[in-house]
């Protein structure tokens, strides 16, 4: 159960990890019990890139739509028969919020009867075994991964394998999905799956698709890394001309698209994270008229999608408008207007811009500018304390670089002579040690229990010598605080008898001899 947990997390990005908590924690508080499902766990288990997150509950979406926005989101639109909600998570996070269902076809070409259900009976209903997994993002069974139809199997066989006999006849929405997940992960389609989809092609069951599943077709193209690849299929296949009866790759501006995609990468590679999909779209209708682009616009169920299509050669132009103004009339102005505007229409306006000057400036963003940060000083900086925990750091590592994409800043003694002034002081000192009662104490300690010279002594033995180391160790620590303590006086030995001179005994006999 961990293990999927640890892979989902290790998988997605920053964002993507935000959202899956943001979604977890509106529908707790909703009471629905929520799974990450679909194109998201296929992905986290095969490894390959994760394009957005489909997550389904257990009750109606469309009622936490207010949750959503209140927590920062933007509602692209929804599907009332489905009760799925399409929605922007905060950091650009694709998602689809969508209720556990069951959807049962009477009729080829008829819209499904759709019922609420369980979760593995929403599981029944998906396209292909691969899509058919749920992951739990619920207390008690969080990671608790689910796949009633082995499509982790599958996906290291790497084969598209349907889920029932009838797939192709009552959705057929997925001749153009097998196609698409074939053109994408280069998997063939298992053997009675090929089978049934060349019946389902050859009895024109496509006739049949719906006008929602062709708007769900078009935009899952804008998303696609390989866009291009997969409308040449799609044209070979004959599903180009049912999405739009005039569209065929002929309309494609491929060289734009291929220099698109490039340019995605490179901003990718600088840590950059722009969404291309309106300009995906944009490419590969840029030679029907506008009736015929404006029909397939409107069939898209996400409405953001639609208006940030719609609006975004408007939106380039004056991009460009501010570029070729004094807005952006030195590095460092132009380096602030581009940090600053909307990623996607930089990525755009770098592919289709016109004018030499603005082409240029875009350029040296992406390049020539980014060398000159090299330049900054930063192990100098450390050293003059001017570290990323400072306050002021960020507008002073600014100034430099703007400083230096200006030229107002020629060499390394330059750059040196602005920083020094704004250098903090150093720290002050630290404090001398306190000298405290107990360090007193154990000076005076051993001086004052000594007990006084010679008594409690025999004579003619000297005081043992230990007392004075005794001192010395007591007073150790102290040493650097307070004066050492004066050492006790030494034991004086004690007296020793006097001899009688023998002269004196001679002369007390001579004496006694006399008296005798």
Do not use: C
């Not at 009552?170 to 196609?179: G, M």
């Not at 719906?210 to 296949?237: C, H, M, T, W």
């Not at 209708?285 to 506008?290: E, F, I």
């Amino acid at each position: 159960m961990a293990d999927y947990i640890y892979t989902m997390e290790l998988r997605l990005t920053p964002n993507q990890q935000k959202g899956v908590t943001l979604v977890q924690d509106i529908a707790r508080a909703a009471g629905m019990n929520v799974y990450l499902t679909g194109g998201a766990v296929r992905d986290i288990i095969s490894g390959l890139p994760i394009r957005d997150l489909d997550f389904t509950v257990q009750g109606n979406p469309l009622k936490l739509q207010k949750d959503f926005e209140r927590a920062g989101a933007v509602i692209g639109g929804s599907d009332d028969d489905t009760k799925t909600l399409y929605v922007t998570l905060p950091g650009s996070v694709r998602a689809e919020v969508s209720s556990a269902r069951t959807e049962r076809y009477e009729k080829t070409g008829k819209p499904p009867i759709v019922t609420p259900a369980t979760l593995i009976e929403d599981l029944r209903r998906r396209d292909f075994t691969v899509n058919a997994m749920a992951l739990s993002l619920n207390p008690g069974s969080r990671g608790l991964l689910m796949d009633p139809y082995n499509g982790a199997a599958d996906i290291e066989a790497k084969l598209l394998r349907v889920l029932h006999n009838y797939a192709f006849v009552e959705d057929p929405s997925r001749l153009l999905r097998a196609s698409r997940f074939s053109a994408r992960f280069h998997w063939p389609l298992e053997e009675r799956t090929q089978a049934r989809y060349d019946s389902a092609k050859e009895n024109n069951y496509i006739e049949y698709i719906s006008d929602a599943a062709i708007g769900y077709e078009i935009e899952q193209l804008a998303y696609e890394d390989d866009p291009l690849n997969v409308v040449r299929v799609f044209e070979k296949e004959g599903w180009l001309k049912v999405l739009a009866p005039h569209w065929t790759t002929a309309k494609v501006d491929a060289p734009g698209l291929t220099q698109l995609m490039k340019t995605r990468q490179q901003m990718n590679d600088l840590g950059y994270a722009p969404d291309p999909s309106a300009a995906v779209l944009h490419f590969l209708t840029a030679k029907l008229n506008d009736k015929e682009a404006n029909d397939i616009r409107k069939q898209i169920p996400r409405r953001d999608l639609a208006d940030a299509w719609r609006d975004l050669e408007v939106h380039a132009k004056e991009l460009a408008k501010r570029l070729s103004g004094k807005e952006a009339s030195t590095p460092s102005r132009t380096w602030k207007l581009l940090s600053g505007a909307r990623q996607e229409l930089v990525l755009f306006l770098a592919v289709t811009a016109r004018q030499q000057a603005v082409a240029q400036k875009i350029k040296n963003f992406f390049t020539k500018w980014r060398q000159v940060q090299q330049k900054i000083p930063l192990p100098e900086m450390t050293e003059l304390l001017i570290t990323p925990q400072l306050p002021e750091y960020p507008k002073i590592a600014e100034d430099v670089f703007m400083l230096l994409l200006d030229g107002r800043l020629r060499s390394h003694t330059e750059a040196m002579k602005f920083l020094k002034p704004l250098a903090p002081p150093p720290p002050p000192p630290p404090p001398p040690p306190r000298r405290g009662r107990g360090a007193k104490a154990l000076a005076v300690a051993p001086a004052a229990s000594l007990p006084p010279a010679g008594k409690g002594k025999k004579k003619g033995k000297a005081e043992p010598a230990a007392a004075p180391a005794i001192a010395a160790k007591a007073t150790e620590p102290a040493k650097s605080a307070q004066r050492p303590a004066p050492k006790p006086p030494a034991a004086k030995p004690a007296k020793l008898a006097k001899k009688v001179p023998a002269k004196n005994h001679s002369s007390k006999s001579k004496n006694a001899s006399k008296k005798h």
